[in-house]
């Protein structure tokens, strides 16, 4: 079975000669390329992605001017305090910085294919967060509150921001759909406890664009796989609904997202990608604690399918030996 098959046929709950797996996103991060440098003379993702034989490989759209700039709108990192903390007024909004969606641009994405031709290839617009790029132009706070107290200036921003991203989202997926196999979009909204707002605001200010958005995708026949971390287990029946086919990262420090619950509930109608704690185990842990952990989420889906093998986050305190350890212990699993 080709790594492309055993995806596709993840996607589709069908029977797979062992777990797809992955490192999430495709990204090798410092820590994990100085590990595999000073052991085996490696010193690049796509080497280590090689080495460590996964089954994804991942491709964005080019940036060009945007790459100097943040996603729509252009606003800075912050989430005390936003550049539209203060606007009380729909025409503020409209004068605020966005961007061109023109800026981002799609490279040949057959060549992805022609290098990749066995391997599932995942498709990354960019990271456009409706709920999170408004927390981060408002600050987390003014954004909370204009949504209960000011609403038309809240969906104002919505708006406009979804005007944007549907100009990059088409033209992306245009490009992708005859080459790659997974649509990848995401969003945060969730601490480790419960969502940052209530599950009825969320269906009434978010899900609207999200299912726009995941259409585009879904009209043209890709899967569409979602990042959205934390406690987010309320709203899984809606993101089922809008058309998405799989979750990742799958936090399993979160709230009500252990393995074994969600294979229980949702095993068959959605696909988990991750749930390979880095906060603890990845990144603490044992190579023994990390085999353990790679077999009970296998067997906790084995009857319904639908699981990946990932690492939850990437971060720096992740232990190399750990990671040659989750592939390692997927890789050897037959069903």
């Not at 085996?40 to 759209?61: G, K, P, Q």
């Not at 960019?126 to 949504?147: D, Q, R, S, Y």
């Not at 609403?151 to 104002?156: G, H, L, M, N, V």
């Not at 033209?171 to 080459?179: M, Q």
Request: glycine share 6%; with cysteine; net charge negative.
């Amino acid at each position: 079975m080709t790594h492309r098959e055993r995806v596709l046929k993840t996607f589709h709950f069908e029977q797979i000669d062992r777990p797809a797996y992955d490192l999430t996103e495709g990204r090798a991060w410092d820590s994990l390329i100085k590990y595999f440098d000073r052991k085996y003379s490696i010193n690049s993702a796509l080497e280590i992605l090689d080495f460590l034989d996964t089954d994804f490989r991942w491709v964005w759209m080019d940036k060009n001017e945007a790459e100097q700039k943040n996603p729509p709108g252009a606003h800075p990192k912050t989430i005390a305090h936003g550049p539209l903390s203060n606007a009380v007024s729909i025409g503020e909004v409209e004068a605020y910085d966005w961007i061109n969606p023109s800026d981002y641009a799609v490279g040949d994405l057959s060549e992805e294919r022609r290098k990749w031709p066995n391997h599932a290839l995942v498709f990354v617009p960019g990271w456009f967060p409706i709920f999170w790029t408004a927390c981060e132009v408002f600050g987390v706070e003014a954004a909370l509150v204009k949504m209960k107290t000011e609403p038309r200036i809240f969906q104002a921003f919505l708006e406009k921001h979804q005007e944007l991203c549907m100009d990059i989202l088409k033209r992306g997926v245009s490009a992708a759909k005859e080459h790659c196999d997974i649509f990848w979009y995401g969003d945060d909204f969730a601490s480790q406890t419960s969502l940052l707002i209530s599950p009825a605001d969320w269906r009434k200010f978010i899900k609207p664009y999200l299912a726009e958005q995941v259409n585009v995708a879904k009209s043209e026949n890709m899967l569409v796989m979602y990042h959205s971390c934390g406690a987010i287990r309320p709203i899984l029946p809606d993101l089922v609904e809008v058309g998405i086919d799989g979750l990742t990262v799958v936090q399993t420090t979160a709230a009500g997202m252990d393995s074994q619950s969600l294979a229980k509930e949702w095993g068959g109608k959605l696909v988990f990608y991750g749930a390979m704690d880095v906060q603890h185990l990845l990144s603490f842990g044992s190579v023994h604690e990390v085999q353990k952990a790679v077999l009970e989420n296998a067997q906790a889906f084995a009857d319904s399918g639908g699981y990946i093998v990932a690492n939850s986050h990437t971060i720096d305190s992740i232990k190399g030996e750990n990671i040659e350890m989750m592939c390692k212990t997927a890789r050897e699993i037959v069903f």
